[in-house]
C-alpha cells in the first residue's frame, strides 16, 4: 500500500492567481475526493471523482474545478484565487461499493497548505 | 446544508482516563468514520461503520453506530499521551452516497 501523496506540501500565492494541487490516490481505489480545511475546522467537501468525472459537489463555487486521470491521481484548480481560500486542502481515495452506494472509508493524504496573500 | 453536531468541542484529561465523545446528525446516515488528526497532517482513519448497531473496536478505540443512523460514539479507554490530537466524526448520508460530512472536531488533551 502507498497511501495517498499529495504535492506540494505548502504554497504561497497572491490573490488573482490560479494554482494547481495534486494527489495520487492509494492502490486499488476508484475515487477521489477533495476537501477543504480552515483553521480550527472539520474539513468541507469540495468534490468527488469517479471515472474521471465529478460525481459529486459541494458548496464551492466554479472557480474550484478538478481533473482525474486514468491512474486515479487527480488535480485540484482553483481561479482567481481569494483571500479566503487559504487553507489546508487535502485529498482523499476510497473505493466506491458494488452498486455505487457509498464509499469504503476514505485515506486522507497530509495535504496541501495553501496561503494565499 | 447537513451538520453535524460534534461534542465535547475539548477535553483536558489525566493520562489512564477513559474518554467519550459523539456525533449527532439530523439526517440518516448509512456510514460513520472516525478520524484523528495531529497538526500539520492529514486526518488518519481509526473506525469505520456501516451498518446501525455496529460496534467496532480497534485497540483501545471503541465506536458504535447509533440505532437510529444518527449519531456515533467513541471511546477510548486508559488514554495515554499520544491520544492528543483533534478527533473528527464523518458521516455519509443515505441521501448522497458521495460525499462525507465532517464534525467540528475535539481536541483532547491527556496530562502525564
Known amino acids: 500500500e502507498t497511501g495517498v501523496t499529495q504535492s506540494p506540501t505548502h504554497l504561497i500565492k497572491t490573490r488573482g492567481q490560479q494554482v494547481t494541487l495534486r494527489c495520487s490516490s492509494q492502490?486499488?481505489?476508484?475515487?477521489v475526493s477533495w476537501y477543504q480545511q480552515a483553521l480550527g475546522q472539520g474539513p468541507q467537501f469540495i468534490f468527488q471523482?469517479?471515472?474521471?468525472?465529478?460525481?459529486g459537489r459541494g458548496n464551492f463555487p466554479p472557480r474550484f474545478s478538478g481533473l482525474q486521470f486514468p491512474n486515479y491521481s487527480s488535480e485540484l484548480n482553483v481561479n482567481a484565487l481569494e483571500l479566503d481560500d487559504s487553507a489546508l486542502y487535502l485529498c482523499?481515495?476510497?473505493?466506491?461499493?458494488?452498486?455505487?452506494?457509498?464509499?469504503?472509508?476514505?485515506?486522507f493524504g497530509s495535504g496541501t497548505r495553501l496561503t494565499v496573500v | 446544508g447537513q451538520q453535524l453536531n460534534q461534542s465535547p468541542q475539548s477535553m483536558f484529561i489525566q493520562e489512564g482516563e477513559d474518554v467519550s465523545m459523539n456525533c449527532t446528525s439530523s439526517?440518516?446516515?448509512?456510514?460513520w468514520l472516525w478520524y484523528k488528526q495531529d497538526p500539520g497532517e492529514g486526518p488518519v482513519l481509526l473506525i469505520a461503520?456501516?451498518?446501525?448497531?455496529e460496534l467496532t473496536s480497534n485497540g483501545r478505540l471503541t465506536a458504535q453506530f447509533g440505532i437510529t443512523r444518527k449519531d456515533s460514539f467513541l471511546n477510548i479507554s486508559a488514554s495515554i499521551p499520544s491520544d492528543v490530537g483533534i478527533y473528527f466524526c464523518?458521516?455519509?448520508?443515505?441521501?448522497?452516497?458521495?460525499?462525507?460530512?465532517f464534525g467540528s472536531g475535539t481536541k483532547l488533551n491527556v496530562k502525564p
Open positions: 439526517s440518516i446516515f448509512n456510514t
Open positions: 461503520l456501516y451498518k446501525a448497531g
Open positions: 471523482y469517479y471515472r474521471e468525472e465529478e460525481n
Open positions: 492502490s486499488g481505489h476508484n475515487t
Open positions: 464523518a458521516g455519509q448520508p443515505s441521501y448522497n452516497f458521495n460525499k462525507f460530512y
Open positions: 482523499a481515495s476510497s473505493l466506491l461499493r458494488q452498486g455505487g452506494n457509498g464509499n469504503y472509508g476514505y485515506t
